[in-house]
């Protein structure tokens, strides 16, 4: 016997009969099922809400009181570094709005000039 004739044989016999008590298994089954994935789901996003939940907190917790008079009586970074900081700000700023490649030339030309003459001290830490 050659495997198509085989196979032609198997296909012409009929299918058997499925007992009754059948497709209220398989429905059981998928129903359980789609139950697991659910709760999988529910699970999940609710480890994700307890992970985020201090990440809002802190963004959204009330701003600190005001700083103590310890803060404010802190040294301040050396006068002769406010040429520099005031110009790293106009940097900054000139980058946000999108200002034009001449301004962003002079305004580094006078950054480097004001470095290179010693205006720029290194921030002195604050003691807590």
């Known amino acids: 016997m050659t495997a198509e004739s085989m196979q032609a044989r198997l296909a012409a016999l009929p299918e058997p009969d499925l007992p009754p008590a059948l497709w209220p298994r398989v429905h059981l089954a998928r129903v359980r099922q789609h139950e697991r ?16 939940l201090p990440l809002v907190y802190t963004r959204v917790s009330t701003p600190p009181a005001a700083a103590p008079e310890a803060f404010a009586a802190a040294s301040r970074a050396p006068v002769h570094d406010e040429p520099l900081r005031a110009v790293d700000r106009e940097l900054q700023h000139a980058y946000e709005r999108g200002a034009s490649e001449q301004e962003l030339q002079w305004l580094w030309q006078r950054r480097q000039s004001l470095a290179r003459n010693g205006n720029t001290a290194l921030p002195q830490p604050i003691e807590i």
């Open 37 to 52: 994935r659910k709760r999988f789901v529910a699970g999940c996003a609710a480890v994700l809400a307890l992970v985020a």
